[in-house]
């Protein structure tokens, strides 16, 4: 019996902890406080406007489609911090221009906005065109523009990038290997324009002019530009966290308010007290002892998924909060089923102990079997979902879910031990036992 009451004290220890500390990170505002969406707290909203005016008619949608998904993963690394990423296109009045719209909540200064975006470089391959007949001076007043034409071969196509160093001149240089997509286009640009210029352009500026000499297909490339250990290596950073398949311009920028804000935020708090208190105040008078461990294995659920939120972190929302909440649930659910059990066996006339390992024995396959249920129904929602609102809501829920089984199975098991007794008599059938009888 000291075990469990030893393996009790340091389970209640350790919640209190992680409670403590779930208070005093919230109290201070610092690193570890909760992250807010945008329907529960401020942030900002920045409009980019995409140049499309290179990219075929028919490839536009896909090009945006592919920009938002880049730019969403550069903001929302985890996938819990709810961006809202979408595409725009202007109507009649709006010259049909193609927009991208970024609403990053909890963050009100602008310059900290545009930086959650960053400035992924814009990688082209350009072909020289025929310069015969035209002046050096001629040449030297002309743009970029006039002198190249693109060969849609682009950051997009690179599968991989890597930092490497000229044999020769020990100078840094990066590598890049192309995807299925672009080893091809790269290799037919090659055969094609044997003796001629191919340009290598980042945003918008050349950085190496190389003369084809014979096709090249095999899936790597290596570029030069004089650059630095560091510049190579930030090169090759944000090459391989995403470069953007259409260049874009920040066309504006404001804060936004909370559509609930910090009232609904209290309102919420108390609403979710209130609920426990409720709770508790039915698991205690209905279930009597082992209700009360209930509430306090309660209790040590709720501490330690608001640490886990913050750890991770996640940013909740009305809808994460939701998910919280029907986690609670199926967290009392849970602990119900045990005591059913439980009282079952102490009607069949067993101590209490024996009761008890024999309720949780019956009760663990059908904990088991709804949790993963619910496990899987959670997962799958994470990865269809369209919207990261919908995503938020599944992890939450999720998290919820494998957290109430822990709990379920170790403190709220652990405390029932820790007081159970051998005892048959009708005192402990009164406080292990459920309802209005014993």
Not at 9 to 26: C, D, P
Request: proline share 3%; hydrophobic share 50%.
């Amino acid at each position: 019996m000291w075990k469990y009451r030893v393996t009790a004290l340091v389970i209640f220890v350790v919640a209190a902890l992680v409670g403590f500390f779930v208070y005093k990170s919230e109290a201070s505002a610092g690193r570890f406080a909760f992250r807010l969406g945008l329907d529960l707290r401020s942030g900002s909203h920045l409009v980019y406007r995409a140049d499309t005016k290179l990219i075929p008619a028919g490839d536009v949608a896909g090009a945006m489609n592919a920009l938002r998904d880049v730019v969403e993963k550069r903001v929302n690394l985890f996938g819990v911090s709810e961006p809202i990423v979408q595409v725009e296109r202007g109507g009649a009045f709006g010259g049909g221009e193609n927009r991208l719209i970024v609403e990053l909540p909890g963050i009100t200064d602008v310059k900290e906005a545009v930086a959650q975006i960053g400035k992924t470089p814009l990688l082209e391959f350009k072909l020289m065109k025929d310069t015969t007949g035209i002046s050096q001076e001629e040449l030297e007043k002309k743009t970029a523009e006039e002198l190249f034409v693109g060969t849609g071969l682009t950051g997009r196509l690179v599968s991989r990038a890597t930092v490497s160093f000229n044999d020769t001149t020990s100078e840094p240089v990066v590598l890049l290997a192309w995807t299925s997509e672009g080893e091809k286009l790269f290799a037919k640009i090659t055969r094609e324009n044997v003796g001629k210029t191919v340009g290598i352009f980042l945003d918008g500026a050349p950085i190496s002019l190389p003369v084809i000499r014979e096709e090249i297909a095999s899936g790597s490339t290596e570029i030069s530009g004089d650059f630095t250990v560091e510049e190579a290596r930030t090169l090759v950073r944000d090459l391989n966290y995403g470069a953007l398949p259409v260049p874009i311009a920040l066309a504006s920028v404001q804060t936004i308010g909370a559509s609930l804000g910090a009232e609904a935020v209290g309102a919420g708090v108390r609403a979710g007290l209130w609920a426990f208190a409720v709770i508790a105040a039915f698991l205690i008078f209905w279930y009597r002892l082992p209700g009360l461990l209930a509430v306090i294995a309660l209790g040590a659920y709720i501490a330690l998924n608001l640490a886990i939120f913050k750890l991770i972190p996640v940013t909740l929302t009305a809808a994460g909060i939701a998910g919280f909440v029907l986690s609670m649930g199926m967290a009392v659910d849970a602990n119900i089923l045990i005591f059913a059990r439980l009282k079952e066996e102490l009607r069949k006339g067993k101590m209490v102990t024996d009761a008890l390992k024999e309720g949780f024995a019956r009760a663990w396959p059908s904990i088991r079997d709804s949790n993963t249920s619910s496990i899987i129904t959670a997962v799958i929602l994470y990865y269809f979902a369209a919207t990261p609102v919908v995503r938020g809501f599944a992890l939450v829920f999720c998290i919820g879910v494998i957290v109430s089984m822990f709990t379920a199975i170790t403190a709220s098991r652990m405390f029932l031990y820790a007081l159970g007794t051998r005892s048959t008599g009708s005192a402990a059938r009164f406080l292990f036992g459920s309802g209005l009888s014993s």
